[in-house]
T-cell receptor, first 114, second 113 residues
Framework: AQSVTQPDIHITVSEGASLELRCNYS??????LFWYVQSPGQGLQLLLK??????LVQGIKGFEAEFKRSQSSFNLRKPSVHWSDAAEYFC????????????FGGGTRLMVKP | DADVTQTPRNRITKTGKRIMLECSQTKGHDRMYWYRQDPGLGLRLIYYSFDVKDINKGEISDGYSVSRQAQAKFSLSLESAIPNQTALYFC????????????FGDGTRLSIL
């Protein structure tokens, strides 16, 4: 069965510092992979997705993620964090023929220090 | 206007009550989903529907039912609410085709006393 692990429940970084959020997945086939962000009181917004091609994918708000098949990882990165990036981040793997069925990780809450 | 609208946004009710959460979308998507979110567990799928005549159970469907009234409307019901159904509930939609992402509503915060 597929699963997604986000090892860090909480992360605190200083504004302007770099950020990496970890995501490991377990899935028998080539995965569809997604990162979503949830701001307080709002739904989930898609940051980026991967399902083929270049293993480094660019997303919105200056985020990028790298797919590493050998490590079963899809870590999210940002070179310089802004205070508005404080939110909860979810990694998800898409299953099924078209990858539309999502299994989510438990989420990582990001706090940004001024 | 939001593409995926959930009503109500907040609801407090008592154990044993019947509750309906509604979701409507203007994205023209065939596929709709209901999730619940609990701290540390991420989102878990309750039910999903790939078109008006297709309803499927997700991983945690016990205690819930759904109705797909039209392509644009997908309702979730708790027939007899219990306290451990207190959670944040999300509706989502997606198009067909490989890797189509899901689009989420803003959620319904449900508290059962």
């Amino acid at each position: 069965a597929q699963s997604v692990t986000q090892p860090d429940i909480h992360i605190t970084v200083s504004e302007g510092a770099s950020l990496e959020l970890r995501c490991n997945y377990s899935y028998g086939a080539t995965p569809y992979l997604f990162w979503y962000v949830q701001s307080p009181g709002q739904g989930l917004q898609l940051l980026l997705k991967y399902f083929s091609g270049d293993t480094l994918v660019q997303g919105i708000k200056g985020f990028e993620a790298e797919f590493k098949r050998s490590q079963s990882s899809f870590n999210l990165r940002k070179p310089s964090v802004h205070w508005s990036d404080a939110a909860e981040y979810f990694c998800a793997v898409g299953r099924g023929n078209a990858g539309n069925m999502l299994t989510f990780g438990g989420g990582t809450r990001l706090m940004v220090k001024p | 206007d939001a593409d995926v609208t959930q009503t109500p946004r907040n609801r407090i009710t008592k154990t044993g009550k019947r509750i309906m959460l509604e979701c409507s979308q203007t994205k023209g998507h065939d596929r709709m989903y209901w999730y619940r979110q609990d701290p540390g567990l991420g989102l878990r799928l309750i039910y999903y529907s790939f078109d008006v005549k297709d309803i499927n159970k997700g991983e945690i469907s016990d205690g819930y039912s759904v109705s797909r009234q039209a392509q644009a409307k997908f309702s979730l019901s708790l027939e007899s609410a219990i306290p451990n159904q207190t959670a944040l509930y999300f509706c989502a939609t997606s198009g067909q085709g490989a890797g189509k992402p899901q689009h989420f509503g803003d959620g319904t915060r449900l508290s059962i006393l």
